[in-house]
Structures are given as C-alpha cells and as structure tokens.
C-alpha cells in the first residue's frame, strides 16, 4: 500500500532526506484513526517532521489512481517542509478517511509541487462521511503545471474542510487552466496573499468555489470572499523548463507575501537559507535573498 508509513502511536519523529519512487501507491503515509492503538488518543502520528525527501512516480494501481506522493491521513501536529513531489497521482495531502478522526494543526511549507497527475495540494476529507481536516497551514509551497491529466483538482483543491489557511503560496497551472478546485461544505478556510499564473491569461484562469466555475482572479475573489492582497502574476521562475523554480531577480513574487508573515524559530526557505530577505517574504518556496 504505503511505501513508508508511520501508523498509530508514532510520535516526536523525522522522516529526513529519503528517496521514494516508483511505488504502486502512496509515497509517504502518517496516519491516525485506523485503530492501531486502542488509545484514541494515542493512535495517530504526531508531533514529527516530514522534511527534504524527494517523492516521484507514486502512483496506485487500483481505485482510480489517487496516491499521494506524501499524505497525512488523520495524523497531527506534523511538519511536511522542504520535500519535492512529481509525477505522483497527487502531490501532497492533507486528508482523514476514517470517520469522526480530525487532522489537525499540519503545517506544508516550502515545498516544491510539480507536474503530478491530478492535482498539486489537495486537502479535506474525501466525502462528508469520512473525517476532516482543521487548523492546517498550507504556506510559501510552489505548486507548478500539476493535474497533467486534466482531472479537474488544478493546483490547489480543497474538500471537507475547516478552519485552515493558504498562504504566500505560487499556483502556476498548465494546459487545463484550473488553478483551484472547492466543495461546497467548506468553513472558515482563509485563502490570501498567494500568487496564481496561467499561461493562457488571467481571464481564462479557472477557479471553481461553492459549485460555481470563475474566470478570472477579481472574479473569483468577489465571489468567495477571500482576501484582496492574492495577486495574477507570472513569478519568473529561473528556468522552469529545467525544473529551476528559483525566483529571478525582477520577480514579482519578492517581497510579495504578507507583510506581518512571522515565520518559525529555524524555519528556512527550500534551499536551507534565510526564510525572510529585506523585510518581507516572498511567494513561494524560494526566498531571494537581499544580501
């Protein structure tokens, strides 16, 4: 099933610098609410960090083809930084398939989310019967021409869901226009102070939220209601087409995130450097440095 997975009473662990690849399903696995320990309280992965692996060609042979290249099912507390997910079915997850089980207080920063089948970040739980996800941060990730396949979840899909932020994060999509994919039962999810870009112009950029389809970036946030400071920029990457995403130097995304943005104690950007240049942090995973 998983390739690497922390099941249960796992916690205060490090999932470090691993190579996964070429698997018939899920990546890297923490989870919770299986039933592992018959503590409740105690059967979950928690208070670990997931940082720097490199996760490609995850891909399930059954049920449609929907295995992360990392994903938290259930689990809490956790940190997902500095890993590189492609040509995964799905980039990262954040999801609970087991009912009434919440994930909770995940943080996915700066990490770099490229060319993945069917969606770059995806989290909520899958269907109203299953669990949710709450209290998450999704933070300075770059997410760049995800969803190859055309299926609909574009950079960034959001499901059963509560409560979490997106934020300093670079959408970039490709052919199939679809930057962002929401349901309808969603609360209190805070999107602000991310880049979006798709070659094909911002009037064409899809957004899909509450069941309706927006063309257009001030549509979509007249719409949904989400806060006014996102931006339709072309980041400038370096050299995309060699994987390169590092900002050039008259990149819009510098010094673009939100201004109060404080990050954590030992928090870098992908690169290990400094994680705020010249004041202000920048969108997405590469932080271009002042100095």
């Not at 109060?260 to 705020?276: A, P, S």
Request: net charge negative; charged share 25%; with cysteine.
């Amino acid at each position: 099933s998983e390739a690497l997975t922390l099941n249960g009473n796992v916690t205060r662990f490090r999932v470090a610098d691993n190579q996964v690849h070429d698997v018939n399903n899920i990546g890297i696995d923490f989870i919770g609410g299986e039933g592992t320990c018959p503590d409740p309280e105690q059967d979950v992965a928690r208070d670990g960090v997931c940082v720097g692996n490199r996760v490609w060609n995850a891909r399930s042979i059954y049920g449609g083809g929907y295995a992360a290249g990392i994903y938290v099912d259930g689990g809490r507390n956790i940190v997902v930084e500095r890993n590189v997910v492609t040509e995964c079915d799905l980039g990262i997850e954040i999801g609970a398939e087991n009912a009434g089980v919440i994930a909770s207080r995940v943080i996915v920063r700066n990490n770099l989310i490229y060319a993945n089948d069917k969606g770059g970040i995806i989290f909520g739980g899958f269907n109203g019967r299953v669990g949710r996800v709450m209290d998450c941060q999704f933070l300075n990730n770059t997410c760049f021409k995800n969803d190859t396949f055309s299926d609909g979840n574009g950079e960034l899909a959001i499901q059963f869901a509560e409560g979490n932020i997106v934020r300093n994060n670079i959408f970039y999509c490709g052919p199939q226009n679809r930057l962002l994919t929401s349901h309808t039962d969603i609360t209190n999810n805070v999107l602000d102070y991310n880049l979006w870009y798709s070659e094909r112009g911002e009037r064409r950029a899809t957004y899909f939220w509450d069941g309706n389809l927006f063309s257009g970036l001030d549509r979509f946030l007249e719409a949904s209601g989400q806060g006014t400071h996102s931006v339709f920029s072309d980041p400038q990457f370096a050299a995309s087409d060699q994987n390169d995403f590092h900002l050039k130097a008259d990149s819009p995304a510098i010094n673009g995130g939100d201004p109060e943005f404080q990050v954590d104690v030992g928090e870098t950007d992908f690169d290990g450097e400094i994680r705020i240049s010249d004041d202000r942090i920048d969108f997405g995973a590469d932080e271009v440095s002042s100095f």
